[in-house]
């Protein structure tokens, strides 16, 4: 294929980072030139009260800022989700943060939720929605806690994000999952967790919708593989509790597993950060089902981790998914793969 040999010889070649950002600019500026054009309804489904045009959508991480959303849709992903969105801007982690595992077909990033704060990504959103077309595009909005924000100031941190985006967002995506904020991954603890989900499901019960549309906004809990099958039960509870409409599973890892058939050497060069890829898809998988089992049909699912080839979409709807993402693979099979994808959901 043509995309393979780009990677093999150009884009594999190139800083990780940067690659990234010039792939992005491209599909940036072809959103534009083409309008919006919305993702075939294929197999649409209603999930959380929202309609989906089919079951597969990009997981956060490639577009932070909501900067090239209508080019994304018209690669046939039938949702983006955007983020992950503080409540302040900030630059992230230092370079270089992110790696690939070529071997692997994996990816470590400690980006750092790098992005333009909530207000800016809010009103670029705004200006989406008053497209023609863009009204009905399914944007999911996925916020974190602002690095500099103390652990005691996350409620309100989370809340001010909340604030600002949720009249422009599909559904809401809360992550304390994410390894590369220091302590984000400590507010996963059910006593830690539940005042922030409290106030931002308040936030977004009350928030009205754009041009007309319903109030209120679902909210999901997004988590992480590493916690333990009690942890996870505990947040499901937690989010039946509270009255949430879903969980994503899962976030990136911090282990680095025997079983990764990169060099030990080209593993640690990579350095800290969430590992990515089809190293996640058992434990990510086996989260999903737990999950199912615990809740029955009382919270949706996202199924996320390790989602790379059409069989593992199927895979994923079958433990238990009422919507699959993915990101990873994207950076490897390129701009024809999410249609593939699509035509699983």
């Known amino acids: 294929m043509v995309y393979d040999a780009l990677f093999r010889h150009v884009l594999s070649r190139m800083d990780p980072e940067v690659a990234h950002e010039q792939a992005f600019q491209a599909i940036r500026l072809g959103g534009p030139a083409a309008g919006l054009v919305l993702p075939r309804a294929s197999a649409p489904r209603t999930v959380m009260g929202v309609e989906f045009p089919h079951a597969f959508g990009l997981a956060a991480g490639f577009d932070k800022n909501a900067r090239a959303v209508p080019g994304l849709l018209g690669l046939g992903f039938g949702h983006v989700e955007i983020g992950t969105v503080t409540a302040r801007a900030q630059p992230g982690n ?73 009249p422009y967002a ?84 911090i282990a680095r597993p025997d079983s990764l058939r990169s060099e030990r050497g080209v593993v640690d060069a990579a350095g800290a950060g969430g590992l990515s890829g089809p190293i996640l898809k058992a434990r990510a998988t086996a989260v999903l089902e737990l999950l199912r089992g615990h809740v029955g049909d009382r919270l949706a699912l996202v199924g996320v981790g390790g989602v790379t080839t059409e069989d593992d979409v199927r895979d994923r709807l079958a433990a238990g998914a009422d919507l699959v993402q993915a990101y990873t693979a994207f950076i490897y099979e390129g701009p024809l793969w999410p249609r593939r994808m699509a035509s699983a959901a």
């Open 94 to 166: 230092p370079r270089p943060r992110l790696a690939r595992l070529v071997e692997d077909r994996a990816v470590v990033n400690r980006m750092g939720f790098n992005n333009d704060g909530a207000a800016q990504v809010a009103a670029r959103l705004h200006r989406l929605r008053r497209r023609s077309g863009g009204d009905a595009a399914v944007v999911g909005v996925n916020i974190g806690k602002t690095k500099t924000t103390p652990l005691e100031g996350a409620v309100a941190d989370y809340v001010e994000s909340a604030r600002l985006l949720t």
């Open 170 to 253: 599909s559904y809401l995506v809360v992550n304390v999952s994410s390894p590369n904020t220091p302590g984000l991954r400590d507010l996963q603890s059910v006593d830690a967790l539940r005042p922030i989900l409290a106030a931002v499901k308040d936030v977004a019960d009350r928030s009205s919708h754009v041009h007309g549309r319903p109030a209120g906004v679902p909210l999901v809990v997004k988590i992480a593989p590493d916690l333990a099958d009690d942890d996870v039960l505990a947040v499901a509870d937690l989010a039946l509790e509270l009255g949430l409409d879903g969980i994503s599973a899962t976030n990136t890892t």
